[in-house]
């Protein structure tokens, strides 16, 4: 059991929240070309080799390659309004960077203080250090549909819920059995705003790790 969740929060990662800023589905966001992207679990605090400074800037690499992965992503032609699709994005940017960090022990956990900030933050680091630990390491790609974006507070925070298709995620060569917990796709809500300094940027601020399934 302990191996099947820590796949649901680096691999994966709900509750759905009532009310969406669109009433219209913005469809499936992939965060990578040919495959999707994006990962997360609850595990048990784990003291990581590194301390995360999350304000700390973002190394230039993990930058780079989650605007990448947020730019070769699916257009969200139904979210017209700019900060809940820049909401809607850093959720994607966020599973990009969370498979990475579970594809490749070298890449250091500080490089989340690129999409997160506060307990979405700690909690992650807790996620792949405890897998760290065991050596275990991910194959696959996470695919995120948003599924729904609800306005908070106008231009500062959100509420965004997707679906999570984990079909491709495996460890260490083995597909997890996910049967109890409803299957492959797992549906959650992430609390996101808008930067200290910029709200031009936003950053996932809460990870529940709360998970139903949700319809293919």
Do not use: H, N
Not at 29 to 50: I, K, L, Q
Not at 93 to 114: H, M, N
Not at 153 to 168: F, I, N, P, S, W
């Amino acid at each position: 059991m302990r191996r099947l969740m820590s796949v649901m929060a680096a691999t994966v990662l709900a509750a759905t929240v009532a009310g969406c800023g669109s009433g219209d589905d913005p469809g499936p966001v992939s965060t990578s070309g040919d495959s999707a992207a994006e990962t997360s679990v609850a595990a048990p605090p784990a003291t990581p080799d590194d301390d995360v400074e999350t304000t700390a800037p973002p190394a230039a690499d993990a930058t780079e390659d989650a605007a990448a992965a947020t730019a070769a992503a699916p257009s969200l032609p139904a979210l017209e309004d700019a900060d809940q699709r820049a909401a809607a994005e850093a959720v994607v940017s966020f599973w990009a960077l969370r498979d990475r960090l579970s594809q490749d022990p070298e890449i250091k956990v500080q490089e989340l203080a690129s999409v997160a900030r506060g307990q979405a933050v700690s909690q992650t680091v807790s996620t792949i250090q405890a897998q760290r630990d065991e050596k275990s390491v991910q194959g696959g790609d996470t695919v995120v549909t948003v599924e729904a974006v609800e306005t908070v507070v106008e231009g500062e925070r959100y509420a965004v819920t997707v679906c999570l298709d984990l079909t491709d995620v495996e460890f260490d060569g083995e597909k997890p059995d996910r049967s109890d917990l409803g299957g492959d796709l797992q549906r959650i809500t992430y609390a996101v705003q808008s930067g200290a300094t910029s709200q031009d940027q936003f950053f996932v601020t809460e990870d529940p790790m709360e998970y139903e399934p949700c319809a293919p």
